[in-house]
Nanobody
Framework: VQSRESGGGSVQAGGSLTLSCVVD?????????ISWYRQTPGKERQLIST???????IYRDSVEDRFTIDQDKSKNNVSLQIHNMKPEDTAAYFC???????????????WGQGTQVTVSS
């Protein structure tokens, strides 16, 4: 297993969740950046946020003020905090190497189960 996502659940609009991703040690060490993605049925996977080994972060414009990505290198963990949640945040959330910064790792990535987030209005 290359990654394990957790922390999803059902929340009401306005609530918060913290998602956690433990990445395989080899990938975490070799890849320059890890990203969170989300996907809803019938739609393409959407890039949400990326964190580089330097700690630099990148966010999708539409979520920049409500999402916070962080990493704990000692635990190979990348987290995603979601605040002021909205029904449109409902999706399965996945972590994986950054497609932009780790294209080789991304192209060979075996996607995990993800963690489901459901936001009710």
């Amino acid at each position: 297993v290359q990654s394990r996502e957790s922390g999803g659940g059902s929340v009401q609009a306005g609530g918060s969740l913290t998602l956690s991703c433990v990445v395989d040690t080899y990938i975490f060490a070799r890849c320059g950046a890890i990203s969170w993605y989300r996907q809803t049925p019938g739609k393409e996977r959407q890039l949400i946020s990326t964190i580089r080994q330097t700690g630099a972060t990148i966010y999708r414009d539409s979520v920049e003020d409500r999402f916070t990505i962080d990493q704990d290198k000692s635990k190979n963990n990348v987290s995603l905090q979601i605040h002021n949640m909205k029904p449109e945040d409902t999706a399965a959330y996945f972590c994986a190497p950054s497609r932009a910064f780790c294209p080789a790792a991304y192209s060979s990535w075996t996607w995990g189960q993800g963690t489901q987030v459901t936001v009710s209005s």
